[in-house]
C-alpha cells in the first residue's frame, strides 16, 4: 500500500539522516529514485524550491515527493514518517541530556558519521550532476556548456556567501535567457 | 514552568513559517522567539538543544521544537511545537505542488529550471565544502570521507549501511584510543 510504503521510506530517511540541511539528500535521492516516485531531475528542481520556501529541507521534500506519488494522503504519511524519528528520539533523549551529552558512544559514533555524510554527499552530488550536466549521455553540446557555465558562476558566487535565493533566480535567468537564444 | 502548548505551537509556526534554507538557519529565530523573548529556554539550554540536535537523527528544526516543548509543557508540548514548526512547510509545499505540476510543462518554466538545476549542482557544493571543513583534520576522517563516496558511488552500497558501518568505526576508534591513553 503506498501510503504505508511512503511512511515507512520516510521513517527510515529521517532515523539515519545526522546533521541538517543536505545531509539527508543522498538519503532521499537513493529511496526516491530507487521506487521510481520522482526522476533525479526533478528532485534538483525540488532542491529549489525547497531553498526559496520556508521551512525544513526535509519536511519540505517528503511533502512533495507524497504529494506527487499519492496525494494529500501520502504527503500527510511521509511527512509524518520524516518527523517521527526525530520526534521520539528526542522525547526519550530530553530526559537525561546531561548523559547523552557527555556519553563517549554518542560522540564517538559522531566522529565516525560526520566524515561519512560529507562522503555521501559528495556521492549524491556526482550522480546528481551527471544526471544535470549529461542527461543525455556524454554529450559535450550547447545545453552542457550552458549549464557548466552556470555551475562554474554559481560556485563562485555561492562561496562569496551570496544568498541562495539570488542565486536560484540568476540561475533561471540565465537558464531561460540561453533557452531562448540558442534556441535549446 | 508551565507554558501554554498553544503558545508553543503559534510561536514554532511563525519560526517554520519565517525560516528558509532550514537547519541552522531556524537557530537565531529560536534564539530570539523562544528564548529572549518568551524566556521559555535559557541561552545554554539553546547551546544544549543545538549540540543534542547535531547528534540525534532527523532535521535540526524538528528536534529543537520537540526538545524545548518537551521541557516547557511535556508531551503535548512537544506535539505542539513540532506540529507547529512543520506545518507551514507542509501547507506551502502542498499548495505549491499543484502550481508546480501545471506550469511545469511551459517553455519558459523548463528553461528556468534548465538553469537553476546547474545552479543547485553549485548550491549543494557550497554546503559540502562547509561541511568538511566542520570536520576534524585526520587520517580517520578523510580515509571514512573517501570510503562513504567509493562504497556509495562507485560499489553502489546503501547510504543505511555505510551510515550504519561509519557510527560504528567511529565507537571503536574511541574506544580503543581510551584503552590506549
Redesign the interface.
Given at each position: 500500500m503506498i501510503f504505508f510504503e511512503l511512511f515507512l521510506t520516510f521513517f527510515?530517511i529521517?532515523?539515519?539522516?545526522?546533521?541538517?540541511?543536505?545531509?539527508?539528500?543522498?538519503?532521499v535521492q537513493?529511496e526516491v529514485l530507487g521506487h521510481g516516485w520522482m526522476a533525479a531531475?526533478d528532485i534538483?528542481?525540488f532542491?529549489?524550491?525547497?531553498?526559496?520556501?520556508?521551512?525544513?529541507?526535509?519536511?519540505?521534500m517528503a511533502?512533495?515527493v507524497g504529494?506527487?506519488t499519492a496525494g494529500?494522503g501520502g504527503?500527510?504519511c511521509a511527512?509524518l514518517g520524516?518527523?517521527l524519528?526525530?520526534?521520539l528520539?528526542?522525547?526519550i533523549?530530553?530526559k537525561f541530556?546531561e548523559r547523552?551529552?557527555k556519553s563517549?558512544?554518542?560522540?564517538?559514533?559522531?566522529?565516525?558519521?560526520?566524515?561519512?555524510?560529507?562522503?555521501?554527499?559528495?556521492?549524491?552530488?556526482?550522480?546528481?550532476?551527471r544526471s544535470?550536466?549529461f542527461p543525455a549521455g556524454f554529450l559535450f553540446d550547447a545545453?552542457f556548456f550552458?549549464?557548466?557555465?552556470?555551475?562554474?558562476?554559481?560556485?563562485l558566487l555561492?562561496?562569496r556567501k551570496v544568498h541562495?535565493?539570488l542565486?536560484?533566480l540568476?540561475?533561471?535567468?540565465?537558464?531561460?535567457a540561453?533557452?531562448?537564444l540558442l534556441g535549446? | 514552568m508551565s507554558v501554554s502548548p498553544l503558545s508553543l505551537f503559534l510561536t514554532f509556526a511563525k519560526i517554520g513559517l519565517f525560516t528558509f534554507g532550514g537547519g541552522y538557519a531556524m537557530i537565531p529565530l529560536i534564539q530570539r522567539e523562544a528564548a529572549e523573548k518568551k524566556g521559555w529556554v535559557t541561552q545554554e539550554d539553546l547551546l544544549d538543544v543545538v549540540a543534542i540536535a547535531e547528534s540525534t537523527p532527523g532535521p535540526i528544526a524538528i528536534n529543537a521544537a520537540t526538545f524545548i516543548g518537551r521541557k516547557t509543557a511535556g508531551v503535548p508540548g512537544a506535539v505542539c511545537a513540532t506540529l507547529g514548526v512543520v506545518l507551514p512547510s507542509f501547507a506551502i509545499i502542498t499548495a505549491l505542488s499543484f502550481a508546480l505540476q501545471a506550469f511545469s510543462g511551459l517553455k519558459p518554466v523548463q528553461y528556468a529550471f534548465f538553469g537553476i538545476r546547474a545552479g543547485v549542482m553549485a548550491l549543494i557544493l557550497r554546503a559540502l565544502w562547509t561541511l568538511f571543513r566542520a570536520c576534524d583534520r585526520n587520517a580517520f576522517t578523510f580515509a571514512l570521507m573517501a570510503a562513504a563516496f567509493i562504497l556509495v558511488c562507485v560499489l553502489k552500497l546503501s547510504s543505511i549501511l555505510v551510515i550504519v558501518i561509519c557510527a560504528v568505526l567511529g565507537i571503536v576508534r574511541a574506544q580503543t584510543r581510551k584503552v590506549k591513553t
Open positions: 527510515r529521517g532515523a539515519f539522516t545526522f546533521g541538517g540541511g543536505y545531509a539527508m539528500l543522498p538519503l537513493e531531475e534538483v528542481d532542491i529549489a524550491v525547497s531553498e526559496s520556501t520556508p521551512g525544513p529541507f526535509a519536511v519540505n511533502t512533495y504529494m506527487v494529500f504527503a500527510a511527512t520524516v518527523v524519528p526525530s520526534f528520539v528526542i522525547l533523549v530530553a541530556y547523552f551529552r563517549e558512544l554518542v560522540s564517538g559514533a559522531m566522529s565516525g558519521l560526520r566524515p561519512c555524510v560529507a562522503g555521501l554527499i559528495a556521492a549524491a552530488l556526482v550522480s546528481l550532476g544535470v550536466l545545453r550552458v549549464s557548466a557555465g552556470v555551475f562554474i558562476l554559481i560556485a555561492a562561496f541562495p535565493i542565486l536560484i540568476l540561475s533561471a535567468a540565465i537558464g531561460i540561453a533557452g531562448y535549446l | -
